[in-house]
């Protein structure tokens, strides 16, 4: 048996997708120089928490890491999904959201239909939280030929920074493809739906959030419904705090997607909270305002999708068969261009990038790699 060629890669960037097109595409991977020059160098815990995450899907893949954290084999193998039986915690470093997208992506393409829960944080202010994923992101997939049977997020408890205690169970189906999309008209908003939530502190909190939200949506849109989710005991988590996500429905079946939350930091000295730590969550009016304020500017970037799902967009048209797929988006994120670069080094693909000279939308055309799951014939 031949020796392994890995693709040598450097740096800590772009680790989920690395990880995940690695294994779509069947290429070990070296990555070297891990936060080399940093105080704390090598892999943080979300990350090898992922890589094991990665390892409960699969079957037969190999990771090697150096002492130091700095250095990463990996090999990939068979994705195989299926109903785990055990949950995976994915640790209060990173919330749920983080391991949601590629762990999503990766198991369309699965022998088996997956059915896992995660443990952790369900809401916070880093990562997309799995009120955006159930209300914005499934649909997306939709979009692109993902069958609705099977695929949910059922949010069983919240949890909250600094100490977690959330628990979500994912479903995800598996598809023989993807389907080609030609997605450029963003449509007229026509509704906007929202879901707030407190856990550990008074529902007045939300009622605050609420109304100072709909101060700023309703003269604009009269269709706007946001509905309170308030946990106690177990279902609370174990932080208080609370927060909301806010969703634009357009009338050519865009969702546009913004989230927030608030809780109490983790003391530097202790692992417990101040006795005061409810006082000291931001007021529920300022978020209000903050978040309807910042679904507002999404929506007027005159896109497809948010800022937060370029990356996720650019994924799936680039999994699609060998087939022409076309979209449009607002300026083009950070994360955006990473993905694309990604798609690039991994897949071969560049897409067409062309600047809508009439607004700041920016127009995208690509070549599907021709992604089939070839494990399973799906009808």
């Known amino acids: 048996m031949g020796k392994t060629a890995y693709k040598r890669l450097k740096g800590s960037q772009s680790f ?130 993902v069958p609705s049977e099977g695929l949910e997020i059922k949010v069983e408890s919240r949890g909250l920074p600094p100490n977690g205690g959330g628990e979500v169970l994912l479903s995800v189906p598996v598809v023989q493809s993807l389907t080609a999309v030609s997605w450029i008209d963003e449509g007229f908003v026509r509704k906007i739906r929202g879901t707030s939530f407190s856990t550990r502190v008074s529902v007045q909190f939300e009622y605050g959030m609420i109304k100072a939200a709909r101060g700023i949506i309703n003269p604009l849109v009269s269709d706007v419904h946001i509905f309170s989710d308030h946990r106690s005991g177990p279902e609370a988590g174990n ?90 988006v607002g300026k083009l994120s950070q994360h955006g261009v990473e993905t694309l670069r990604n798609l690039r080094d991994f897949l071969d693909l560049k897409f067409i990038i062309k600047p809508d000279p009439n607004s700041q939308s920016v127009f995208l055309k690509c070549i599907g790699y021709g992604m089939k799951n070839l494990s399973r014939k799906v009808s």
Request: proline content about 5%.
């Open 239 to 328: 932080s208080p705090g609370y927060g909301i996500s806010l969703v634009a429905e357009t009338t050519s079946g865009c969702f546009i997607s913004v989230d927030t939350a608030v809780s109490q930091v983790r003391d530097d000295d202790t692992s417990g909270l101040a006795d005061d730590a409810k006082r000291d969550l931001m007021p529920p009016d300022d978020i209000g305002v903050g978040i309807a304020s910042a679904l507002l500017g999404e929506i007027a970037q005159s896109g497809v999708v948010d800022s937060t799902h370029q990356g996720l967009l650019f994924l799936l048209c680039a999994l699609c068969p060998q087939d022409v797929s076309k979209v449009r």
């Open 16 to 145: 989920r997708q690395r990880l995940l097109l690695s294994t779509l595409s069947s290429t070990p991977i070296l990555i070297e120089d891990i936060r080399a020059d940093e105080t704390w160098p090598g892999l943080r815990n979300h990350e090898i928490s992922l890589l094991r995450l990665f390892e409960t899907v699969c079957d037969d893949c190999h990771v090697e890491i150096n002492e130091t954290g700095t250095k990463l084999k990996y090999k990939p193998g068979t994705i195989m999904g299926g109903r785990q039986h055990s949950a995976h915690d994915c640790g209060v470093s990173r919330s749920i959201g983080y391991f949601l997208e590629p762990l999503i992506v990766l198991c369309l393409f699965a022998k088996q239909p997956l059915t896992i829960r995660l443990k952790g944080i369900t809401n916070d202010s880093k990562d997309p939280s799995v009120d955006t994923f159930k209300s914005t992101t499934l649909p997306i997939l939709k979009r692109f030929g």
